[in-house]
């Protein structure tokens, strides 16, 4: 089984993860807050106005898993998406049957292991006095800045941003960007990984001075987002949005291929799907169509495909192109460029393939 034992108990501290149920980040993380001093969150002392426990459904002897405790809350709201909060289901004697209800709203989703939440990461934080910028953003949208922006960020940062978004992949854009510069940006700089940890595969290396930066795409559902500054000049810093999306991919290689969803089988209904290709400075990006057929319609409103000369949505583009229309071949003016591909609710055909070079 997996335990803890809860807060610190002197010397080295065992955990108990076995390999069979235990090995997922999110039970990991789950026994590590238990040994940080974390209680489960359905056992706080203010629990009652957020959840029902139903005794009667417990697996007899169990109950005592079940127990409120008299629980410093840190001054933070109770949080159903806590790492720390049980399932539903838990220790139910009848299948079917809850041991625990959200109230008043019993549709709320409870239990989940995929990692902490950012109540969970605010909790360590205040209880260690972490001074600290860093969190997780777990909304399918949302938006992110530098300490302080638009004004200066303090010097000596360190600050992490875990976008996680279930079964989806990320896009991820700067609506400004302005740091420190430095020849190897070794001063201020950002870095962005492909993963939810600094050993995930790079997407973005290093980069400092102004803007623009590319836009990206996560090849999963976890993109980590890495700046620090150093002891001495600052400027004005960041600010970043994201969304999910349904298909996409970064792609800095000299040279590839993009093609639509399942090709050369035909594209599901319903998709966004975003490809960046980045080159270094002073490279241009030809792209050539190779295959093409989409649902046709007058101007093209239904299924489409864009070509942006830039990275961004707002870049200007060619297009949109659908139907069975020849597509132009394309260069792009500077080193970015974005291919934006849409399906609606109706028909489904084979799509596109198209290679790309620098």
Not at 39 to 64: C, L, P
Not at 102 to 109: N, R, T
Not at 185 to 191: A, E, H, L, T
Request: proline letters at 6%; glycine letters at 8%.
């Amino acid at each position: 089984s997996c335990w803890s034992y809860f807060g610190k108990i002197g010397g080295r501290q065992a955990v108990g993860l076995v390999k069979n149920g235990c090995m997922d980040k999110g039970a990991i993380q789950h026994e590590m807050n238990h040994a940080l001093g974390f209680i489960h969150e359905q056992a706080r002392s203010d629990r009652d106005r957020f959840v029902k426990i139903m005794w009667e459904h417990i697996v007899a002897g169990e109950q005592g898993n079940f127990g409120k405790m008299n629980s410093k809350n840190l001054g933070l709201p109770y949080d159903y998406s806590s790492v720390m909060h049980y399932g539903a289901y838990d220790f139910s004697s009848t299948p079917g049957k809850p041991t625990i209800v959200p109230v008043p709203d019993p549709s709320i989703p409870i239990g989940q292991r995929e990692g902490l939440s950012n109540l969970d990461v605010a909790k360590i934080n205040k209880l260690y006095k972490c001074n600290c910028c860093s969190s997780v953003l777990p909304k399918s949208k949302g938006s992110f800045s530098s300490v302080n922006y638009p004004s200066p960020y303090p010097n000596n940062s360190n600050c992490l941003w875990l976008i996680r978004i279930r079964r989806s992949k990320i896009f991820l854009q700067f609506e400004a960007f302005d740091l420190q510069h430095s020849s190897d940006c070794s001063s201020d700089y950002i870095k962005i990984y492909n993963g939810n940890s600094k050993s995930s595969p790079v997407l973005l290396d290093k980069y400092c001075g102004k803007g623009p930066l590319p836009s990206l795409v996560a090849s999963g559902s976890t993109m980590l987002v890495e700046f620090a500054s150093d002891e001495s000049i600052t400027a004005t810093g960041f600010r970043a949005s994201y969304n999910r999306v349904n298909c996409g991919a970064t792609f800095r290689d000299s040279k590839g291929v993009i093609t639509s969803p399942n090709y050369p089988n035909k594209y599901p209904k319903n998709r966004a799907c975003f490809w960046v290709i980045t080159s270094p400075v002073g490279y241009k990006i030809s792209l050539k169509m190779l295959s093409f057929e989409l649902e046709y319609s007058d101007r093209c409103i239904y299924d489409y495909l864009l070509i942006h000369d830039g990275s961004r949505p707002t870049s200007p583009a060619v297009g949109p192109y659908c139907g069975t229309e020849k597509v132009a071949d394309f260069t792009s003016t500077g080193n970015f460029v974005l291919v934006e591909f849409h399906s609606d609710l109706v028909w489904e055909l084979p799509g596109f393939v198209m290679s790309y070079t620098f």
